[in-house]
């Protein structure tokens, strides 16, 4: 529903798009809510919006991100990937993707593209794997990472505006927030280590391993900030973290 929204979160989604040093030649999103067990990038000339939900109100169905794909960034990130990328014609752009996009772009006239998650892999393999992306960023592409370091449905308050955020995702979110200030890559990469906080705050690894993928993006000694911060009816961590600002 932020993709309708004007809040907090909506509201600094914007601010990073105003902030950035130039307007992105184009964006690779990897987000959460395609967890396939391959790795596939979009490869469209115009990626259809994808409503990939239920159960809400009908503007939310109407809305359409129309940003054009890049079959030549399709083509870059898939072999910077070999042997694992292949070529994807039947995805698009999900929720997962354009609600922050519609705030951050809302013009839509950056191409995008989407690389799946891969659930058959280890998070390890996943960062490793990430960083084969680097070389895109000295050619003007934006990487984004959509999910949330926090992200317990069973847990969540629903319909109750407001609920305090569970002790257990404070403190997990502490513990992130102090490996990355430490550099402590390992400790993040192995988050199920971390304990029960990290279990309950992770219980299913999609929603965290968008993170991973821009963790893999930093440089020695690259400034890490937070431009989004908060929590969504207590297990949802709406944390943004930036790399490079």
Not at 59 to 79: K, N, W
Not at 122 to 131: D, F, G, I, P, Q
Request: aromatic fraction near 10%; glycine fraction near 6%; hydrophobic fraction near 40%.
């Amino acid at each position: 529903m932020n993709a309708l929204s004007c809040n907090a979160y909506t509201e600094a989604w914007s601010a990073i798009g105003k902030s950035l040093p130039a307007k992105p030649k184009a964006i690779l999103c990897i987000s959460a809510h395609w967890y396939i067990p391959k790795t596939a990038v979009t490869a469209q000339e115009n990626p259809p919006t994808i409503h990939d939900f239920g159960g809400f109100p009908q503007e939310l169905y109407r809305v359409q991100y129309p940003a054009p794909g890049s079959l030549e960034l399709a083509a870059e990130v898939a072999d910077l990937l070999l042997p694992h990328a292949v070529m994807d014609t039947t995805w698009g752009l999900d929720h997962g993707t354009w609600s922050v996009l519609v705030h951050m772009f809302p013009d839509a006239d950056i191409p995008v593209i989407q690389l799946s998650i891969d659930e058959t892999k280890e998070a390890a393999w996943h960062y490793e794997t990430a960083r084969n992306l680097a070389p895109l960023r000295d050619r003007g592409v934006l990487i984004l990472g959509s999910g949330n370091i926090v992200h317990n449905l069973h847990t969540y308050s629903w319909g109750k505006h407001d609920a305090d955020p569970y002790d257990w995702a404070l403190r997990f979110e502490k513990m992130v927030r102090t490996a990355l200030r430490s550099d402590n890559v390992e400790s993040l990469i192995a988050y199920e280590k971390l304990g029960k906080d990290a279990l309950l705050s992770v219980p299913t690894p999609d929603h965290y391993l968008p993170f991973l993928y821009i963790l893999a993006q930093r440089q020695h000694n690259e400034e890490i900030g937070f431009p989004v911060e908060g929590f969504d009816d207590g297990s949802i961590s709406m944390t943004a973290v930036q790399i490079g600002v």
